[in-house]
């Protein structure tokens, strides 16, 4: 049987890490920046972990 391909859209949103976790990024940076606070603008830019069965379905599509 061949090998499994990456899915190329999850490869591109998602990061592994050495420990094996999935990171992604949060959701509602894209625009409107200005009303909202920085406080939220700062914590809105770090990447998170996956958890649940998103990361199950991301771990399929990378093959992993």
């Known amino acids: 049987m061949p090998k ?3 899915h190329r859209g999850a490869a ?6 050495g420990t ?8 509602y940076r894209g625009h409107l920046m200005e009303k ?5 603008a700062r914590r809105l830019g770090r990447e ?11 771990r399929k ?3 992993r």
């Open 48 to 58: 998170t972990e996956l958890t649940g069965g998103d990361r199950a379905q991301a």
């Open 12 to 17: 591109k949103r998602f990061k592994v890490t």
């Open 20 to 27: 094996g976790k999935l990171l992604r990024r949060k959701a």
């Open 4 to 6: 499994m391909k990456t």
């Open 36 to 40: 909202k606070t920085s406080a939220r």
């Open 61 to 63: 599509l990378l093959g």
